[in-house]
């Protein structure tokens, strides 16, 4: 995707035999462009905790590359054997201990895990390790690319029958290329329609406290030149309420395998005022999204709780403001969970399915 009309990833490396990783830093967006170099997986387990990197598949390419560290370092250690995993093991960990709730740093660790198995050195391991977080980042940018195909077959359906010329879309938190390596997922349909000709206009919820849409989704979509407004997490019921909302996309970070979807704070409410209005309310995950070894979201899954200053203060890195008395205490989670039954769709890399059991374990079996 573009900023300043120059293509970036959110997250690569230099490509070199012992690499650095570089990621753009999204705590300064969108005042200022600045881009990290991470060496080792301290740098990776802060740039993730710290959120500098964040969304769900990107999260999960930063622990890729954050294990290939763990095994980068653990041969600069010249440890070998049981040694040599017992350090890898412990940097799963705590690489895994930056954020609980997105299910995709797991997937991607035991993804190169998988890759490495069969290795029978641990300069080989490494290697493997390196070329499978260079796979990952490439197969979601593929990936991203399929869930827009196939997302704008909807917006364009909706524009068939609606006369409308423009297609209003809203999404919640960011969900783009930002949260990704390329094109994103929820925002990808946008992209992908905006590519074929299709006039795209996005409602952005701010999304408080961290306002990942305000600043994060609105940038973005003013740097792919797409027509959007922002619009409080509150005004979300009343847009569509208004009718002035045709479709939903949102993104995830952990679906159930009965399809209940865990995403961004505030999810839970703009489906419901979605469903209630007969708006459709769609999901763009890819597959490393799924955790089908759990059923129930509200209860199998851990919501991050984040720091109750993020509620309490606003701050530009310059500037701090109060945004509520200052006595009261707070709860920040940073995630909710819309149930299955309040979603219309789920967008994946392999077509559109129901949010249910079913159609869940056929994207895993192959059956259509
Ligand atoms: O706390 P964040 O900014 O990492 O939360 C991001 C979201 O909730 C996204 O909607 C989700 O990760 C899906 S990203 C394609």
Redesign the pocket.
Known sequence: MRIKNRHYRTIWDDGKINPSVFAID?RHLPLSFKIIRLRNTEDIHDAIKS?AV??????GVAAAYGIYFAHREALRKAYTGKEFDMYVEEKHDFLLSA?P??V?PEWAIKTVLQATAKARTAADKTLRALEAARKIADDDVRNCMRIGRYGSKIIKEIRRYSGQNTVNVLT?????WL??IDY???LSPVYISAERGIPVHVWVEE?RP?N?GGK?TAYELEQMGIPHTVITDNAGGQVIQTGNADVVF????RITKSGDVC??VG?YKTALAAYDNNIPFYV??PLS?FDTGINDGIEEIEI?ERNSDEVRIADDGKQRVLMCNPGSRVFNP??DITPSRLITGIITEKGIIKADEYHIKGLFTGRK
């Open positions: 999204q959120m964040r969304g769900a598949p990107l999260l954020r709730t997105s995709n919640h938190c960011n969900a783009g949260a990704c994103g997922t929820a999304t961290r990942q994060l949102v993104g995830a970070d995403n961004k999810t763009c995950a999204s991050e940073g995630f």
